[in-house]
């Protein structure tokens, strides 16, 4: 599985649809302060679906919607699509490309899709469970994380070991079936 494209609009500092292509190397993004580059790590973990305004550099949720400037009103809503080339299959479906879109108004209501058919944030949970993307998951490595990983308590760091070893789906299940 590969990470192809991102697509920005309305989203923090991003006014206009914006396209940004991942090629299958390394890609640096690279500019001045404050120009946006960590706006594009937080709207790939609010597209995977981070509900936490903190966790997003916020204080309320509603900031992850572009505000406006001096010479631009803000806008009503964010929208993110992120592209996967899913053709080893990492993610369990039959697709060899697949995007995950959230949009979100100033009501806060959030639209999530899979290939562009509504679905639950539970669903694109699912999907991403043992794969390493995600809210939890280990793809996305902030700064600081890493000592924390290293300093973490034991049961933290089997979290994520399980998240590597594929075990937390299989967890999750269990835990859901004991509560029915
Ligand atoms: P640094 O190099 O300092 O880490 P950066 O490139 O990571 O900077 P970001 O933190 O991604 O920068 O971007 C901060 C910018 O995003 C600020 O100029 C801020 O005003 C703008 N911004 C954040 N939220 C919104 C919003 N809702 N509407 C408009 N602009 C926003
Ligand atoms: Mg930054």
Redesign the pocket.
């Known amino acids: 599985m590969i990470l192809k494209t991102l697509y920005i609009q309305g989203f ?2 991003f006014l206009h649809k914006t396209k940004i292509d991942f090629n299958e190397d390394i890609t640096c993004i690279v ?10 790590t ?1 709207a790939i973990n609010w597209v995977l679906g981070e509900n936490s305004a903190k966790s997003l ?2 204080s309320r949720m509603e ?7 001096d010479k631009r009103h ?1 806008t009503g809503f964010a929208e993110v699509t992120i592209v996967f080339g899913n053709d080893d299959g990492a993610i369990p479906l039959d697709f060899k490309e697949v995007q995950i879109t959230r949009r979100m108004y100033r009501s806060l209501e959030s639209v999530f899709m899979i290939n562009n058919v509504k679905c639950r944030l539970k669903d694109i949970k699912e999907l991403f469970l043992d794969t390493g993307i995600g809210k939890d998951g280990y793809s996305l490595i902030g700064q600081g994380q890493i000592e924390g990983i290293l300093s973490s308590k034991p049961e933290d760091r089997r979290q994520i070991f399980e998240e590597a070893a594929g075990v937390s789906k299989y967890k999750l299940r269990k835990h859901e079936s004991e509560l029915k």
Do not use: A, H, L, Q
């Open positions: 923090k500092s500019g001045p302060n404050g120009s946006g580059k960590s706006n594009i937080d550099r916020g900031d992850v919607i572009f505000s406006g400037t803000g």
